[in-house]
Structures are given as C-alpha cells and as structure tokens.
C-alpha cells in the first residue's frame, strides 16, 4: 500500500479532494449538443461557482486539488492565479475536455501539452497531476500514460476500476499505484471503490454523490479509512453546486445524471466536509517515494 499523510497518531485518515473545473456546457453528456465554437457564446458560471467552492475549503479549512480545464485558464486565468495564491494545488483536465480514447496520441500530447503550459503559467507553480475528461483512460487508451509521463506528469487520476457505459478498466487495482510503462512510471490514483462480491461500486464523487443518498458516500469513505487504512478520492464539478444553470437538451439518460439533484450538492459537500477529513492529492501521496516499496502495475496486462 502506498504510504499516505495522516494527523497525529489517532487522527483519521487524510482523504483527497479534488474539483474538475469546466463549466456546465462542457460535460460530455452535451457533446454533438452544443458545439464547440458556440462555447464562447454561451453564459459562463464556472467562475462564480469554483469561487462558491472555494469559499467552502477555506471555511472548512481544505485544501484541494484543483483539475482546471485549460480551456477555462485560457479565458479567466485569473481565476487559476486565484486558486493557487488561496494555496490550492493545480492540476490538468486536458484543454478541450475531449474523450482521451477518441484523439490520436499526437492529438492528445497536443492537448495535455498545451493546457500544462497554461495552467503552470497562470499559477507560477509546476502542474504535476492529470485527469481525464470523464474518465477517459481505458483499456483502448492506455497509450496516454506514456504520453503523460513523456510530458513530465508525476500522477494520473483517470482510471475508474468499475464497469461504465463511459470509462472503466474493471480489473484495474483499487488503490494508489504505480503504473510501470515503457515510457516510465507514474502514479495512478483511481476513483474509490468499495468491492462488493466481484463488483466494485464507485462512493466518491461526481453523479455518485449526486444521485445516491449521502449515507452512501458516507459508509464508502468511512469503510476505506477504518477498514482498508486507505484514503478516498474524492472529486465534484463547480456546475454540481449550480442547480440555477440554463438548461440544455439531452437523452432522458443525460438529463438524469447531469440534473439529478443539483439543488442538494452543497449542503451534502458540507455535511462530508464535516464528516471527514480532506487535502490535496499531493499531501496524501507522497510524489517522491526514494527507497520505498510501492505497488507496482504494468497496465498493458490488464488489457
């Protein structure tokens, strides 16, 4: 198990908390939608609602992680200045949150590339982390992580081990590891999961928090740190806290998990920030780890 930040001895567990920032319009449930150049067009909420976001951590007295689509740094970098110099970490979501298995692997440096640049220059400090738009590191685009670790990322935070109509590697590990590739090693944080039987069942975040009631991502996060010693991720959307959004059209499937309590989101983010104890991803896993005994996974196996 990889080694991880906690309080004093008989604190509980540190957990991870992390926000994808983008705005409501850029969710791929939307994709064909509205298009991409109709983008700048459209009302943008991302700023007032990561601000909402950010007032709750300083409040509770969180830091997180904090996944910026470059897309968004290019138009209000100052709210990436504002989220660094409030002591966040800053991390990469891509540039045009486009599904990693639907580029070419030039297409994807491209976009990894170019919102790392951003991003790094917005907030004066080096990114290190990943994730992909929804998830998209699968068993199809596993090439990606040689592509990270060619663009000088130290972890990823994009490989889901549940089955999706989306994204997933099912037999993926449930927890932080190291992923042995041919361009190198970095460390993969995969959503939290409680195994169930032979099924993994996501607890941590997104829709999940969303839709299911709050008891259940309270038992999934309460059983990973008293049970497995281990701590969750856990990650949200500024638009999740937005239940006054416009509205846009989708499949009866889309509407329901894009829409599907948005009103709730904030008051259950308070309840978990009450519940459980939280930091940035690089707080809880230690990027550097000379002479340590890490979980080592070379992925193409699982392929």
């Not at 200045?81 to 580029?103: C, K, N, Q, T, W």
Request: with cysteine.
């Amino acid at each position: 198990m990889l080694p991880v930040a906690r309080p004093p001895a008989g604190g509980p567990i540190v957990n991870m908390m992390t926000v994808d920032v983008e705005d409501y319009f850029h969710v791929s449930v939307f994709d064909g939608v509205v298009p991409r150049e109709h983008w700048d067009g459209l009302e943008s909420r991302v700023e007032a609602n990561t601000d909402r976001l950010l007032t709750m951590f300083e409040e509770a007295n969180v830091r997180a992680t904090f996944f910026v689509l470059g897309w968004v740094c290019d138009r209000v970098p100052h709210l990436v200045r504002r989220i660094a110099a409030l002591g966040h970490e800053v991390a990469s979501h891509g540039y045009g949150h486009r599904l990693v298995y639907d580029l070419s692997p030039e297409t994807f440096r491209e976009d990894v590339r170019r919102s790392k640049g951003l991003l790094e220059d917005a907030s004066g400090r080096p990114v290190r982390g990943y994730r992909a738009p929804s998830f998209s590191v699968t068993r199809k685009s596993l090439w990606a992580l040689d592509v990270l670790i060619e663009e000088g990322f130290e972890y990823d935070a994009s490989i889901f081990p549940v089955h999706h109509d989306r994204y997933g590697i099912p037999s993926s590990p449930r927890g932080p590891y190291v992923v042995d590739r041919a361009a190198g090693s970095l460390i993969e944080i995969p959503g939290s999961t409680v195994r169930v039987g032979p099924v993994n069942l996501p607890i941590a975040g997104g829709g999940y928090f969303r839709i299911l009631p709050y008891r259940w991502t309270r038992f999934g996060i309460a059983w990973l740190n008293r049970r497995e010693q281990r701590p969750a991720i856990f990650y949200l959307h500024p638009w999740e806290i937005d239940p006054d959004q416009p509205p846009l059209p989708a499949t009866r499937l889309g509407r329901f998990r894009h829409y599907r309590n948005l009103h709730r989101t904030e008051a259950r983010l308070r309840a978990l920030l009450r519940d459980f104890a939280f930091a940035a991803v690089e707080d809880v896993i230690p990027m550097k780890q000379e002479g340590a005994a890490l979980p080592l996974v070379a992925l193409p196996s699982l392929s």
